[in-house]
């Protein structure tokens, strides 16, 4: 994951243009995608995919013609969907189209204006204040202009058509954590998915925020009513502990699973409360579709100094931290995929375990005594209303104790989902 991370992170993506192609290009090595190109123009719910931006080159020279800020050191130095600009300005006029974080001044930040036509810079504070006033050259060789927008899909079948949808958006420049790591999260979650013929099918989704998931949701009107579940990845791989923010149903299956295993693995966690800002949950919990999806983070958005800054890079998020969300996810999509409600069969009094052999099945068991009371659980909760997460919470006992359990009764005709 971390060297994906690494090959995608010098890429200038934005909402459109060849960045994204590019990035989707490498994703693609790793997993088949099905690519999607929506024209410049297309109305999508209340938006229109906007023009297509690309870059070549943009730098500032100072009058001997060196170079001072250079967007081949760093995509992060041009504003995103900086119109393009030839000119010669003094240092003092060409302020005004310099952006910098004077509280950490070596850092560069990342700005945009996808919606207003300008033109800019970004730089260190240190870099701009070691800068002679005087004149000095500006250009942005850039085009913005009818094109498209671009995403992608991957689908993991399940045993079911209902979906699980797992989004992470594409659209930020040099920035690790804030993409990148997300990214690398559900592209090795869609591999690891993909050998485990899931029970829901698995929709991953790699688009730019908000206009890509607004694009999506406006494409896909037919498919939203089969999406049981989502999870929203993204600041996946920062050293910080695990954030789950709930849907804004708020007792979504997800946000159910999501809480369950979370206490259960001991790891230090925060679960919030939705809101409606952050990523792309906002979209599809708009009250319209207001679907079951939560957002798997480790520190929120903006929760750390390096969020939007040239301090996001690939050293910030360590594989550690990105196999450890990776493996929540999966311990998370394990449970929802197994999470049934089950009918008691022989409901009239106990039915007699021993002589199905179903005492014998776990005598050996150093777990013998949680797995027989598993068994207990799952046949007095077993009514048709109550599903193997509600036992494993009712009970305290393990969900993977209180499926076992499950899959034992079944086989053995005292339940049936
Ligand atoms: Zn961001």
Redesign the pocket.
Known sequence: MHELVERLYPLCRSITGDGVRATLDIVGEYLPLQRHEVPTGTPVLDWTVPQEWNIRDAYIADAAGHRVVDFAASSLHVLGYSVPVSATMPLSELRGHLHTLPEHPSWVP?RTSYYEPRWGFCLAQETLDALPEGEYEVRVDSTLADGHLSYAEHIVPGQVADEVIVSC?VC?PS?AN??LAGVAVATFLARALARERPWYTYRFLFAP?TIGAITWLARNAERIERVRHGLVL?CAGDTGSLTYKRSRRGDAGIDRVMAHVLAASGRPHRITEFTPYG?DERQFCSPGFDLGVGSLSRTP?AGYPE??TSADNPDFVSPEAMADTLAVCREAFSVLDRDRRYRNLSPYGEPQLGRRGLYDAIGGRSDAKQAQMAMLWVLSRSDGDHGLLDIAERSGLPFDTVAAAADALAAAGLIKA
Do not use: F, S, T
């Open positions: 990342y958006h930020h920035l804030d993409n925020g993204a990523y958005y969020y939007h």
